[in-house]
Structure formats: structure tokens, C-alpha cells
């Protein structure tokens, strides 16, 4: 392969060579998606930069602004469970984890709750800054305190106002018109929505509700939102009465007169329970009622026949970005902007 130069990355990526030197060296001024942009040239035509020992030039950004290399990531202690068995927050993990690794960076891992600790690391200020998820209700006081030393970048989650930090989450009201999209596309005029009643409370999924509804009432079609009575982590458990719960909701809603054709079932767990319920009533998925599922968890599909089509959330790239705006903001301290980045996201067939 061809040994290229900094101005050859930098003409395929459209950019300066300055900026991609900044990339290179960990420098500010250079926006999150234009650095992602920019590694991912250089992987992929196999760049490899020089130790920062060998470059020219004066003292590094990172040498600055980075002290200990170590990044927290901290989950609320009721979320773990979810965390631990949930495929789309395992992907979100490896994207942080393997955004850091890109700059020589680890990353530390904890729970937080009014009962528990702050790891010792992250309450001795041995970390650069934090990734919280979802948020941080319920946190002592103290914790709060100590966190406010750093700065906090918070995934998949609404607003939070505890403590001052950028977002990085999926774009609920863009996941709401594609699944209508599809289904408009497939000429349902009766459509469900089915959620669990946990997700259905949170500020950002009413988002992900109402564009949906609008999306489709707007072409004359009728829209009704069914709640599952469960938790996430519920949702990724066998339990006989949870199935109960499931089915009499899903009876109820092909019970009616007019039967609906099409559903979005806003997260795979729920879709993976929803086939032989279906089909346990006299419904078949594929040809009875169109199948729109959401998250894009390749492990909780795969038993699936045929596949529902599936929104991809880009649960990786969310953590990736976490990361990369979580750097920028620690290499820029004076910056009082508050900053949403909402990953968009992409329609995968079944």
C-alpha cells in the first residue's frame, strides 16, 4: 500500500492539513464529527501517524488538558441489570470503549445511586471526565459534588439538570417518521404502537410517539398506542405472567372491530416476545400485520421468521460520539455552550 501523507488524508476528507494534524495530536478546534471523519480515512487507507515523541512542534494539547488518560463511565445502580443484558447498551459500551482505546485512553466503570460509592478513582479526581447513563436522579448530594469537577457527557437520555453536560442520543422524533414511513409505504390504514410503559413516560420517547402519529394521521391514517405493562429488563427475562400481560394487551388490540395491519414495536426485546404471542391468536407476522421494530439488536432478531424490518439506533456510534464530545469539551473549559447531538438514525430491512 501506498505510504500517504497528512495532505493526502486531508484532501479525501476535504479538510486542511492543519486540521488533520490537530486529529493526530489530539489538538481543540476540531468538531467531533469532522475527527471521526478523519480516523476513520486513516484507518481505512492504514495511516499510521507518528509517536507524538517524534513530531515536531510544541507541547501537545493532550499533555494539557488529559491527566490521568482515564475516562468514567457511570450507570445509575437501578440501570445495571439492564446494562448487563440489553445488546443495544452493550454496543453503546464498545463504542466508548473502543473510541478511547483510539487515543490511548481506558475507560473506568461504575454504578451510582443514593446508596452507593463513587468508585475511588472517580472520587480522588483520578479521571479526565465522565459518560453518564441515563442520568443522574437520585445521586447523593455529595456525588453530585464531586462530579461537578468534570465535565459529563450523558447517553440516551432526555434532560437532565443536576449538573451541566452536553447529550449525545438517538433522534426519537426521526425513529418515529421512518417507522411511519414504512408503514404508510406498505398502505396500512390502522396502525399500533407498542411500547413498554416505562419507555413511554420518558420525556424523549414522546417524541418518538407523537412524530409517528402525526406522520401517519397527516395521510389520513388512525393510530393507537398500546403500553406494556413492563420494564426493559422485564422485557429480557422469561416470566409466564409477564407473557400474560403481553398477550391480554395484544388480544385487546387485535380484538377491536377494525384490526390493525401494521405495528412499530419501539424495542426488539418486546418484538422477539410479540411473534409467538401473535401467532399463539391467530396472527400471522409477515402476512397478517406488518412488523416495524426498533433498536437494530441482531441478537434478539435473529430467531425472528420472517425478520421485521428494523431501525437501527446506531447504538455504537452514540457511544463513539460520547467520547469524541466529551474530549472536546475537556479541551475547551471556557466553552459555555450546552450542546445535543442527536444521532440519526437508519432503516434496516428485514
Excluded at 295 to 321: C, F, M, W, Y
Aim: proline share 5%; charged share 25%.
Amino acid at each position: 500500500m501506498k505510504h500517504m501523507s497528512i495532505v493526502e488524508i486531508a484532501k479525501i476528507a476535504g479538510v486542511s492539513h492543519t486540521t488533520v494534524s490537530r486529529v493526530m495530536n489530539n489538538e481543540g478546534n476540531v468538531s467531533p464529527k469532522t475527527a471521526m471523519k478523519i480516523r476513520a480515512i486513516m484507518k481505512e487507507v492504514g495511516y499510521i501517524p507518528k509517536p507524538p515523541s517524534m513530531r515536531r512542534g510544541p507541547r501537545r494539547q493532550r499533555e494539557i488538558n488529559f491527566k490521568t488518560g482515564n475516562v468514567a463511565f457511570l450507570a445509575s445502580s437501578e440501570s445495571l441489570r439492564v446494562l448487563s443484558g440489553s445488546p443495544v447498551m452493550l454496543d453503546v459500551l464498545h463504542g466508548i470503549e473502543g473510541a478511547l482505546a483510539a487515543h490511548g485512553m481506558s475507560m473506568v466503570q461504575g454504578a451510582i445511586s443514593s446508596q452507593r460509592q463513587l468508585p475511588p478513582i472517580v472520587a480522588r479526581g483520578d479521571v479526565d471526565g465522565v459518560i453518564v447513563w441515563p442520568d443522574l436522579n437520585g445521586v447523593s448530594e455529595e456525588t453530585i459534588e464531586i462530579l461537578r469537577q468534570y465535565k459529563v457527557v450523558y447517553v440516551m437520555t432526555a434532560d437532565e439538570d443536576r449538573i451541566r453536560g452536553d447529550r449525545i442520543r438517538n433522534n426519537n422524533r426521526q425513529i418515529g417518521r421512518l417507522a411511519a414511513q414504512v408503514l404508510l409505504e406498505g398502505g396500512h390504514k390502522k396502525v399500533g404502537y407498542v411500547t413498554p410503559s416505562a419507555l413511554a413516560l420518558q420525556k424523549n420517547m414522546c417524541d418518538r410517539w407523537l412524530s409517528f402519529s402525526q406522520s401517519l394521521q397527516e395521510k389520513g391514517a388512525e393510530t393507537e398506542q398500546v403500553e406494556i405493562e413492563q420494564t426493559p429488563m422485564e422485557l429480557l427475562e422469561v416470566n409466564t405472567e409477564h407473557e400474560v400481560q403481553i398477550e391480554k394487551a395484544i388480544q385487546d388490540l387485535f380484538g377491536k372491530e377494525r384490526k390493525p395491519t401494521g405495528i412499530f414495536v419501539t424495542c426488539d426485546s418486546l418484538t422477539a416476545k410479540l411473534y409467538p404471542i401473535l401467532r399463539s391468536i391467530g396472527i400471522e407476522p409477515g402476512r397478517d400485520v406488518q412488523i416495524v421494530s426498533c433498536n437494530h439488536e441482531v441478537s434478539l432478531l435473529a430467531g425472528l421468521e420472517p425478520k421485521p424490518v428494523s431501525i437501527d439506533i446506531q447504538a455504537e456510534l452514540i457511544g463513539k460520539t460520547a467520547v469524541e464530545q466529551l474530549r472536546w469539551r475537556i479541551m475547551h473549559p471556557d466553552d459555555e455552550t450546552q450542546i445535543t447531538v442527536e444521532i440519526q438514525p437508519k432503516l434496516v430491512k428485514g
